[in-house]
T-cell receptor
Framework: GNSVTQMEGPVTLSEEAFLTINCTYT??????LFWYVQYPGEGLQLLLK?????DKGSNKGFEATYRKETTSFHLEKGSVQVSDSAVYFC????????????FGTGTSLTVIP | SAVISQKPSRDICQRGTSLTIQCQVD?????MFWYRQQPGQSLTLIAT?????????ESGFVIDKFPISRPNLTFSTLTVSNMSPEDSSIYLC??????????????FGPGTRLTVT
């Protein structure tokens, strides 16, 4: 079946630290991969996406590369800010079973000054 | 993209009552989705709502508990019926939009935070 496994949180980092949030997936076919971010008290916002192997999605200093060989889509940022504190969700869609979205459990990030 | 609004943004309800959540989109969309996000957990799809047809419910969710309406291409409602404290969650509406060359994406509303006492 289709599923997404995310690194468990919570994660606490100091400002300007390097961030990695691991995400691996299981899917039939060739899914598209997404990272969504949920700021406190808000809904989910699309952060970045990648549609095929070796694609790199990027936005707001965040990056993730679609690695088919390791079925991974790890989220990285070189220097986090306090404003990056949020919950991050990895997701996939567009498998052989349709366009339903499958979300990981979310990783809470807190950045301290 | 799509701009989605939900009403109410939050509510505190007594057990045994029902609450209807509204979702409004700023453009016409074919598919709308309702999710539940229980405290500290990920999103669980409740149902998919297409205009002009019955909603399709995921395993573990039934129409009697979560009736959905989809009267047109920009609006949907989800009712949480006969509520219990276990229904305390954030309920999120989302829509699927496609663009030329883009993968299917989902855009989310801000959510409705429901507390049942």
């Amino acid at each position: 079946g289709n599923s997404v496994t995310q690194m468990e949180g919570p994660v606490t980092l100091s400002e300007e630290a390097f961030l990695t949030i691991n995400c691996t997936y299981t899917a039939t076919g060739y899914p598209s991969l997404f990272w969504y971010v949920q700021y406190p008290g808000e809904g989910l916002q699309l952060l970045l996406k990648a549609t095929k192997a070796d694609d790199k999605g990027s936005n707001k200093g965040f990056e993730a590369t679609y690695r088919k060989e390791t079925t991974s889509f790890h989220l990285e940022k070189g220097s986090v800010q306090v404003s990056d504190s949020a919950v991050y969700f990895c997701a996939l869609s567009g498998t052989n079973t349709g366009n339903q979205f499958y979300f990981g459990t979310g990783t809470s990030l807190t950045v301290i000054p | 993209s799509a701009v989605i609004s939900q009403k109410p943004s939050r509510d505190i309800c007594q057990r045994g009552t029902s609450l209807t959540i509204q979702c409004q989109v700023d453009s016409q969309v074919t598919m709308m989705f309702w999710y539940r996000q229980q405290p500290g957990q990920s999103l669980t799809l409740i149902a998919t709502a297409n205009q002009g047809s019955e909603a399709t419910y995921e395993s573990g969710f039934v129409i009697d508990k979560f009736p959905i309406s989809r009267p047109n291409l920009t609006f949907s409602t989800l009712t949480v019926s006969n509520m219990s404290p276990e229904d305390s969650s954030i309920y999120l509406c989302s829509v699927e939009k496609t663009g030329t060359g883009d993968p299917y994406e989902q855009y989310f509303g801000p959510g409705t935070r429901l507390t049942v006492t």
